[in-house]
C-alpha cells in the first residue's frame, strides 16, 4: 500500500511523533492507522525505559490553585535539561499534572511509595467483606488481591486515568512526553493542600 502524505500528517496529529516514525510506522501497519498509533506507542514506552535512569536535575515546580483558594497543589517536575525545562510541552504537562492531583487527590507518586499500614487497613476490610457475604475460603484471597491491586492504582498518581482523557493513565502521558523531548521527565513529589484537611 502506497503511504500519502495526508496519511503521515494524520498520524503525525495523533501521536505527535517525527515524520520518518509515522511514515515507518504506516510501512509497517501497511497503512493502518489505528496499528501505526500502538506501535509508536509501544516504541514510545520503550524509548522511556531506557531513557527513566537518567537523572533528572532541571525542571519546574507547578503551582494550581482551585478557585475559592480552598484547595492547592504544588508539584516537582524534573528533566535533564533546562532547555526542555522552559518549553510549553513541559510546562503543561506539569500545570495538568497538579490540575489532576488537586482533583483527584493520589496518595502517592508509585505504587511502592503507598504507605503499607493503609494497603493492610484496606486488605482486613476486603477480608472481612468477602468472610460476611459468605465467599468460599478458597477465592476469598483472590478476591482481596484484585481489590488490593485496583485501590492502589486508584490511588498512585502514575496509574490513575488522566482526568482529562481517562484513555491515557499519567504514566501515558509521561512516556509521551518524554518521547517528544527525547529526555527523561519525571514527577519527583507534591504536595496537596485542602482548607481544614
Request: charged share 30%; aromatic share 4%.
Amino acid at each position: 500500500m502506497k503511504i500519502t502524505s495526508q496519511m503521515v500528517k494524520e498520524l503525525r496529529d495523533k501521536t505527535n511523533a517525527g515524520m520518518m516514525d509515522c511514515k515507518r510506522a504506516l510501512e509497517k501497519t501497511e497503512g493502518d492507522l489505528e496499528k501505526a498509533v500502538d506501535l509508536l506507542r509501544q516504541k514510545g514506552l520503550a524509548v522511556a525505559a531506557k531513557r527513566a535512569e537518567r537523572a533528572t536535575s532541571e525542571g519546574t515546580i507547578e503551582c494550581y490553585v482551585h478557585a475559592g483558594g480552598k484547595l492547592a497543589v504544588m508539584v516537582e517536575v524534573g528533566c535533564e535539561t533546562d532547555f526542555v525545562a522552559k518549553t510549553d510541552d513541559f510546562l503543561a504537562f506539569a500545570k495538568d499534572v497538579a490540575m489532576h492531583i488537586a482533583a483527584v487527590a493520589p496518595l502517592a507518586i508509585t505504587r511502592e511509595e503507598i504507605p503499607q499500614d493503609l494497603v493492610d487497613r484496606e486488605r482486613d476490610i476486603y477480608v472481612n467483606q468477602a468472610k460476611e457475604s459468605g465467599k468460599p475460603e478458597n477465592i476469598i484471597e483472590k478476591i482481596v488481591t484484585g481489590k488490593i491491586d485496583k485501590y492502589i492504582a486508584e490511588n498512585c498518581l502514575m496509574e490513575q486515568k488522566f482526568i482529562k482523557n481517562p484513555d491515557l493513565t499519567v504514566q501515558d502521558l509521561l512516556n509521551e512526553l518524554m518521547a517528544k523531548m527525547g529526555e527523561n521527565i519525571s514527577v519527583k513529589r507534591f504536595t496537596r493542600y485542602q482548607l481544614g484537611a
